[in-house]
Protein backbone atom coordinates (compact mmCIF):
# COMPACT_ATOMS: atom_id res chain seq x y z
CA UNK A 1 0.00 0.00 0.00
CA UNK A 2 2.79 2.40 0.59
CA UNK A 3 4.31 1.50 -2.70
CA UNK A 4 1.05 2.70 -4.16
CA UNK A 5 0.86 5.88 -2.28
CA UNK A 6 4.11 6.62 -3.37
CA UNK A 7 4.03 6.43 -6.85
CA UNK A 8 0.67 7.99 -6.72
CA UNK A 9 2.88 11.33 -5.51
CA UNK A 10 5.58 10.33 -8.02
CA UNK A 11 3.26 10.72 -11.05
CA UNK A 12 1.36 14.28 -9.36
CA UNK A 13 4.90 15.58 -9.10
CA UNK A 14 5.80 14.28 -12.22
CA UNK A 15 2.62 15.82 -14.06
CA UNK A 16 2.78 18.82 -12.19
CA UNK A 17 6.43 19.53 -13.34
CA UNK A 18 5.72 19.21 -16.77
CA UNK A 19 2.32 21.56 -16.64
CA UNK A 20 4.55 23.94 -15.08
CA UNK A 21 7.16 23.40 -18.06
CA UNK A 22 4.73 23.85 -21.08
CA UNK A 23 3.76 27.26 -19.73
CA UNK A 24 7.16 28.75 -20.81
CA UNK A 25 7.05 32.32 -21.59
CA UNK A 26 6.70 33.27 -25.60
CA UNK A 27 9.02 36.31 -24.92
CA UNK A 28 12.04 34.82 -23.94
CA UNK A 29 14.85 36.66 -24.16
CA UNK A 30 12.50 40.09 -23.68
CA UNK A 31 11.98 42.42 -21.15
CA UNK A 32 8.22 43.91 -20.73
CA UNK A 33 6.96 46.67 -18.29
CA UNK A 34 5.63 43.65 -16.34
CA UNK A 35 8.96 41.59 -15.76
CA UNK A 36 11.62 42.65 -13.16
CA UNK A 37 14.88 43.04 -13.70
CA UNK A 38 17.92 42.49 -11.47
CA UNK A 39 18.93 46.28 -11.25
CA UNK A 40 15.16 46.64 -10.19
CA UNK A 41 13.84 49.04 -13.00
CA UNK A 42 11.31 48.89 -15.31
CA UNK A 43 11.96 50.07 -18.99
CA UNK A 44 9.66 51.73 -20.57
CA UNK A 45 9.54 51.09 -24.14
CA UNK A 46 8.47 54.74 -25.21
CA UNK A 47 11.20 56.16 -24.02
CA UNK A 48 13.62 54.23 -26.28
CA UNK A 49 12.13 52.70 -29.14
CA UNK A 50 9.23 50.84 -30.75
CA UNK A 51 11.13 47.69 -29.53
CA UNK A 52 11.25 45.68 -26.80
CA UNK A 53 14.15 45.22 -24.85
CA UNK A 54 16.17 42.33 -25.59
CA UNK A 55 18.31 40.70 -23.30
CA UNK A 56 21.84 39.93 -24.23
CA UNK A 57 22.76 36.50 -23.16
CA UNK A 58 19.21 34.95 -23.72
CA UNK A 59 18.81 36.44 -27.14
CA UNK A 60 22.99 34.79 -28.02
CA UNK A 61 21.46 31.40 -26.69
CA UNK A 62 18.22 31.15 -28.87
CA UNK A 63 19.15 32.56 -31.85
CA UNK A 64 22.01 30.50 -32.54
CA UNK A 65 21.17 27.68 -35.43
CA UNK A 66 18.12 29.29 -36.26
CA UNK A 67 17.64 29.80 -39.71
CA UNK A 68 16.65 33.45 -41.27
CA UNK A 69 12.50 33.11 -41.10
CA UNK A 70 12.83 32.29 -37.70
CA UNK A 71 15.62 35.22 -36.72
CA UNK A 72 12.80 37.18 -38.98
CA UNK A 73 10.05 36.23 -36.69
CA UNK A 74 11.67 36.75 -33.40
CA UNK A 75 13.50 40.23 -34.47
CA UNK A 76 11.60 41.73 -37.27
CA UNK A 77 12.86 42.69 -40.30
CA UNK A 78 16.30 43.83 -40.16
CA UNK A 79 17.58 47.35 -40.28
CA UNK A 80 20.33 45.97 -42.41
CA UNK A 81 21.44 43.18 -44.78
CA UNK A 82 25.04 42.82 -46.15
CA UNK A 83 27.47 39.96 -47.74
CA UNK A 84 29.88 39.20 -45.54
CA UNK A 85 33.08 39.02 -47.49
CA UNK A 86 31.36 36.54 -50.15
CA UNK A 87 30.98 33.68 -47.32
CA UNK A 88 27.68 34.31 -45.92
CA UNK A 89 25.60 37.45 -44.90
CA UNK A 90 25.00 39.72 -41.93
CA UNK A 91 21.53 41.32 -40.76
CA UNK A 92 21.97 44.42 -38.92
CA UNK A 93 19.51 45.82 -36.21
CA UNK A 94 19.16 48.86 -34.24
CA UNK A 95 17.73 47.96 -30.56
CA UNK A 96 17.24 48.47 -26.91
CA UNK A 97 19.60 45.71 -25.29
CA UNK A 98 19.99 44.73 -21.59
CA UNK A 99 23.65 43.52 -20.55
CA UNK A 100 23.47 41.37 -17.56
CA UNK A 101 26.75 41.67 -16.99
CA UNK A 102 26.96 45.70 -16.27
CA UNK A 103 22.85 44.91 -15.58
CA UNK A 104 22.24 48.44 -17.99
CA UNK A 105 19.89 48.90 -20.79
CA UNK A 106 21.81 49.73 -23.65
CA UNK A 107 19.25 52.45 -25.88
CA UNK A 108 20.59 52.10 -29.34
CA UNK A 109 23.24 48.44 -29.57
CA UNK A 110 23.90 47.62 -33.20
CA UNK A 111 23.28 43.42 -33.13
CA UNK A 112 24.59 41.87 -36.24
CA UNK A 113 23.18 38.29 -36.79
CA UNK A 114 26.13 35.78 -39.19
CA UNK A 115 24.32 33.60 -41.39
CA UNK A 116 26.40 30.72 -42.66
CA UNK A 117 25.07 28.17 -45.11
CA UNK A 118 21.04 29.36 -44.10
CA UNK A 119 21.69 29.07 -40.21
CA UNK A 120 23.25 31.94 -37.70
CA UNK A 121 26.62 30.63 -37.12
CA UNK A 122 26.85 33.76 -34.30
CA UNK A 123 25.77 37.17 -33.00
CA UNK A 124 27.56 40.40 -32.37
CA UNK A 125 26.84 42.93 -29.90
CA UNK A 126 27.92 46.66 -30.39
CA UNK A 127 26.24 48.46 -26.92
CA UNK A 128 25.79 51.76 -27.23
CA UNK A 129 23.08 54.15 -26.22
CA UNK A 130 21.37 56.58 -28.32
CA UNK A 131 23.07 59.32 -29.32
CA UNK A 132 22.98 63.03 -27.84
CA UNK A 133 21.93 64.25 -31.72
CA UNK A 134 19.44 61.80 -32.33
CA UNK A 135 18.03 61.88 -28.39
CA UNK A 136 17.62 65.78 -29.28
CA UNK A 137 16.23 65.08 -32.64
CA UNK A 138 13.60 62.86 -30.93
CA UNK A 139 12.51 64.77 -28.07
CA UNK A 140 12.01 68.26 -30.00
CA UNK A 141 8.48 68.25 -29.16
CA UNK A 142 9.24 68.55 -25.16
CA UNK A 143 11.91 71.28 -25.30
CA UNK A 144 12.90 73.75 -26.63
CA UNK A 145 16.16 73.84 -28.65
CA UNK A 146 18.19 77.07 -28.19
CA UNK A 147 21.05 77.84 -31.00
CA UNK A 148 23.82 76.55 -28.65
CA UNK A 149 22.75 72.38 -29.42
CA UNK A 150 24.23 71.54 -26.10
CA UNK A 151 21.90 73.01 -24.19
CA UNK A 152 18.09 73.07 -23.96
CA UNK A 153 15.46 74.38 -22.18
CA UNK A 154 12.29 73.61 -21.18
Known amino acids: MIHVILNGQLLLILGLLLFCSCQRSQNIGLLTSSSPSRAGFIQEQS ?35 SLDGGNGYLWDYRRPVFDETTEKVYSWTLISFKFLKGRCSYITFQLEDIPPELLLKQNSGFGKVTNDSSTVSE
Do not use: T
Not at 54 to 80: F, H, T, Y
Open 47 to 81: SLSKHPVVRKNNLESLAVGRNRDEIERLMGVPDGK
